[in-house]
């Protein structure tokens, strides 16, 4: 059975830290792009970033480049989002995702339509003071 398996959001004032964890179980997580993406209610799903696992190559929305940081684990087939000076805008449910083709632009475009292969359940962050 594959599985994303988010953890880690939280409520944080503006300027905080937070870091998410996905753990991945069910496929090759070594062949496949990992990311994230956020949903606030009433707005799209807009592409935070993402990891090609087999190269380490990262790609980010300019909305969170220089802030935030994915990274991968791959003896754990977990991919991290650590968030630093968190923004009230970065509010919403983060979510992980997971592709075997996708990747850069295209891998953003598939997601906000919902077109990756496989997702988590989401996890809420909230930021507010």
């Known amino acids: 059975e594959v599985q994303l398996v988010e953890s880690g959001g939280g409520s944080v004032q503006p300027g905080g830290s937070l870091r998410l964890s996905c753990v991945a179980s069910?496929?090759?997580?070594?062949?496949?792009?990992i990311g994230w993406f956020r949903q606030d209610p009433g707005k799209e799903r807009e592409g935070i970033s993402h990891?090609?696992?087999?190269?380490?190559?990262?790609f980010y929305s300019d909305a969170v480049k220089g802030r935030f940081t994915t990274s991968s684990d791959n003896t754990k087939k977990t991919v991290y989002l650590q968030m630093n000076n968190l923004k009230d805008q970065d509010t919403g449910v983060y979510y992980c995702?997971?592709?075997?083709?996708?990747?850069?632009?295209?891998?953003?475009?598939?997601?906000?339509?919902?077109?990756?292969?496989?997702w988590g359940q989401g996890t809420l962050v909230t930021v507010s003071s």
């Open positions: 990891i090609i696992i087999n190269s380490g190559r990262t």
């Open positions: 069910g496929f090759s997580f070594e062949d496949y792009s």
């Open positions: 995702a997971a592709d075997r083709a996708a990747y850069g632009t295209f891998y953003f475009e598939s997601g906000a339509q919902g077109g990756l292969e496989h």
